[in-house]
């Protein structure tokens, strides 16, 4: 069973950020990525990596998220293969799969504190890509009720 047990509040002058953290009943972090088919979960690593690199540093917490990643999903030797970005998003079908990675692509970008030009640019892109709403997803308020679902 998995329950949002914990959000986090990170402030950062002058915007206030959440982090959502999703715990499972033993206290343990979830991410989602287990329910991507493989061929999503491998899209999921090429574009994570995409959006780690984008500002032109990967920080230590994005490497170790990245790394998680490719734990989860039973990856950890995958080899990232340097798929055009249009591609990789053309792989996540549906709406579920879709939210899956924003959130989890959310939970990346913020996991070093700053949130980049490049990496806000590439979110709205591919939010645009996916069809969402620019306001579906203009607040974090909404993002965490997504979050809930996916945790049902």
């Known amino acids: 069973m998995v329950q949002i047990l914990e959000i986090e509040s990170v402030e950062q002058s002058p915007w206030f950020w959440y982090i959502i953290v999703v715990l499972d009943v033993k206290g343990r972090s979830i991410m989602f990525l287990a329910e991507l088919n493989q061929e999503e979960q491998q899209a999921f690593l090429e574009l994570a990596e995409i959006i780690a690199s984008i500002d032109g540093n990967l920080s230590i917490f994005e490497n170790t998220i990245l790394s998680k990643y490719k734990k989860e999903v039973g990856?950890?030797?995958y080899k990232i293969k340097g798929l055009a970005i249009e591609e990789i998003?053309?792989?996540?079908?549906?709406?579920?799969?879709?939210?899956?990675?924003?959130?989890?692509l959310l939970k990346l970008i913020y996991s070093d504190g700053v949130f980049h030009?490049?990496?806000?640019?590439?979110?709205?892109?591919?939010?645009?890509?996916f069809g969402f709403n620019p306001e579906e997803y203009g607040s974090f308020k909404d993002w965490i009720e997504k979050i809930r679902r996916l945790s049902i």
């Open 75 to 77: 990856m950890e030797d």
């Open 89 to 104: 998003l053309n792989v996540f079908k549906t709406e579920r799969s879709q939210n899956i990675v924003l959130a989890e």
């Open 117 to 129: 030009n490049q990496e806000s640019e590439s979110i709205r892109l591919i939010k645009e890509h």
